[in-house]
């Protein structure tokens, strides 16, 4: 096949789960034999943009009409069988549907987020779970400055969501769920079910993997307090203050809670904070791992850490809630916490690094369930026939219109 993946980089300069995946589809597509083209902006080049350039960013964020026209000359130059959309934020914008509809290619989106009821995409303000625009308009985003604490900021994101809304459910063929729990939301909010499909995100086979106990407790991801930083903070001190679990905790990662990060690590022998790691050295740390931790107190749509510490046979400490439920089989390849509760969650992290023949196990179901569920090749195969899937159903209804004409039927009367 020739499918056209549609994605808007998020910035460098912190970790993004969302663009691993695509790269990582990318890659897989070509390596099982269908060529794959990209049409891509960067967040990155927004700070060299001249200043009526970066003020027009956000009016651009509800519809970029540039982005309308380029895309639809290439479609129609290149006929894609099927574009496969990813972000639209900033610099894209829900155009690129009118663009797929302009050059009549079938277009498929994937969902890493809750962007299609929630302005910010998280479920989360205050450090909350949040549903208060689910099903509804997204005022409230804009009354509480949803996005990055600004009113002004929410604005573009919540016109975008008011006025796309239709289009999206019209424009796309198939949405794809990276969770069943994902899924159960969007359709509460009132999309269409039967145009969301659920397809886990796949992990690449490590070159790494765990041989021995593990050295040391893993954090891995954003520093930002709705992946639960100040809650495993929390937890680690108080495991800390009843005598520990005998390996310190590593942080990797990048945010805006780095700077309390740094200063609750320094000087202590239990907490290492380690900064931004590579792809190789991420798998490197998890195969080092006694256990990785995920307590996100808001509900992740996926959860790719966890996946990646299955694949290298590491057990996960994670919240139960959100894909973390369909994720971890609670002590079976993996412990969940309570949601929010710090207690709970060091008394998870001691359970699972002071058990090690339980946690050896615990490891080694995590790798099986990786393999039977989240490997490349299901990954290829559930993704290749999902885009079949959509081109049929495309076929049919070009089919079925060309024979209503023939007949007269799709006259108006």
């Known amino acids: 096949m020739h499918i056209l993946v549609v994605h808007n980089r998020y910035g460098s300069a912190q970790p993004s789960g969302e663009n691993k995946v695509v790269d990582q589809e990318v890659d897989l597509l070509r390596e099982g034999g269908h060529r794959v083209g990209t049409f891509e902006r960067r967040s990155d080049d927004i700070g060299a943009m001249s200043l009526l350039a970066k003020v027009a960013v ?6 970029n009409p540039a982005v309308r026209t380029e895309l639809a000359t290439r479609l129609r130059a290149e006929r894609p069988d099927v574009v496969h959309v990813h972000n639209v934020f900033p610099l894209l914008s829900p ?8 050059a009549g290619v079938p277009a498929v989106a994937t969902l890493h987020n809750y962007t299609q009821v929630c302005p910010p995409g998280t479920l989360q303000r205050d450090g909350r779970p ?7 308009t997204p005022l409230p985003a804009v009354r509480h400055g949803c996005y990055r604490g600004s009113r002004l900021a929410t604005v573009p994101l919540a016109v975008s969501l008011s006025a796309n809304r239709r289009r999206w459910w019209s424009g796309v063929e198939r949405f794809f769920c990276i969770s069943a729990a994902q899924r159960d939301v969007l359709v509460r909010a009132g999309m269409p079910a039967e145009r969301l499909a659920v397809k886990h995100n796949f992990v690449p086979d490590p070159d790494a993997r765990r041989t021995d106990a593990g050295e040391h407790v893993l954090y891995l991801g954003r520093l930002a307090e709705a992946k639960g930083v100040r809650l495993l903070m929390a937890a680690w001190d108080e495991i800390a203050a009843s005598g520990g679990v005998g390996v310190p905790l590593v942080i990797a990662g990048t945010g805006p809670l780095e700077a309390e990060v740094t200063a609750w690590a320094a000087g202590r022998d239990d907490v ?3 900064g931004l790691y590579d792809t190789a050295e991420c798998r490197k740390a998890i195969a080092r791992s006694v256990a990785v931790v995920a307590p996100s107190t808001w509900l992740e749509a996926f959860g790719l850490v966890v996946v990646e510490a299955m694949a290298a046979g590491v057990p996960v ?3 139960g809630h959100g894909a973390f439920v369909e994720l971890v089989e ?3 390849t993996g ?3 309570e949601p929010g509760d710090a207690a709970s969650l060091a008394s998870r992290i001691r359970r699972i690094a002071g058990e090690p023949s339980g946690n050896r196990e615990m490891g080694e179901a995590a790798r099986r369930r990786y393999e039977k569920g989240f ?4 990954g290829l195969d559930r993704l290749v026939d999902e885009y079949r899937s959509v081109i049929a159903g495309r076929s049919a209804q070009t089919r079925g219109g060309d024979i209503r004409a023939s007949r007269g039927d799709g006259d108006n009367r």
């Not at 155009?95 to 302009?102: F, H, N, P, Q």
């Not at 490997?375 to 299901?378: D, L, N, R, T, Y």
């Open 375 to 378: 490997s490349p090749a299901v």
């Open 335 to 337: 412990l969940l916490h």
């Open 130 to 136: 949040c549903t208060e625009c689910v099903g509804s």
């Open 58 to 63: 956000p009016l651009r964020v509800p519809w």
């Open 317 to 319: 400490v994670a919240a």
């Open 272 to 274: 290492r904070y380690v």
């Open 95 to 102: 155009a690129v549907l009118a663009a797929c509809a302009d």
């Open 330 to 332: 609670d002590g079976v």
